[in-house]
């Protein structure tokens, strides 16, 4: 296997949370939108600006890609992702945490742990669950 890569799915805001990402990680990201795409027949109105897809490549071998679901799916924001973010520095891993847990809720604040150097686990200000690791 290559790689792995979130696919984060979002209720209207996923262009508000790629652009926050965008902020953290230094990366644009390519963004599509139901109305950028070729047949949009059977695309209603109200999701004309939704996100279609986009991605964020964070490094050479990790992008994190995502979506808006479509205005008639019911959607919930849960738990069921979560990013795993290992960095190659304490001094990274501080920085990530304090942009990407701002606004949001941490679950187990930055610190060592039996099995790496600094870890966390938090709650973005979007709902999406997020763990940071430092083996250095």
């Known amino acids: 296997m290559k790689n792995v890569e979130p696919y984060l799915v ?61 205005s008639a799916m019911d959607m919930t924001i849960g738990n069921n992702i979560s990013l795993t973010l290992n960095t190659e520095s304490a001094e990274e891993a501080a920085r990530l945490f304090e942009k990407l847990s701002a606004g949001g809720k941490v679950f187990m604040p930055l610190g060592r742990t039996f099995f790496a150097e600094l870890y966390t686990m938090f709650e973005d200000r979007f709902g999406i669950q997020c763990m940071i690791m430092d083996h250095s």
Request: charged letters at 25%.
């Open 10 to 70: 979002f209720n209207g805001n996923c262009g508000e949370a790629f652009r926050f990402y965008e902020t953290v990680f230094g990366v644009e990201p390519k963004m599509m939108r139901y109305r950028d795409i070729p047949d949009k027949n059977n695309v209603p109105e109200a999701d004309m600006d939704r996100v279609v897809h986009v991605l964020l490549p964070v490094s050479k071998a990790v992008a994190i890609m995502g979506s808006d679901a479509p």
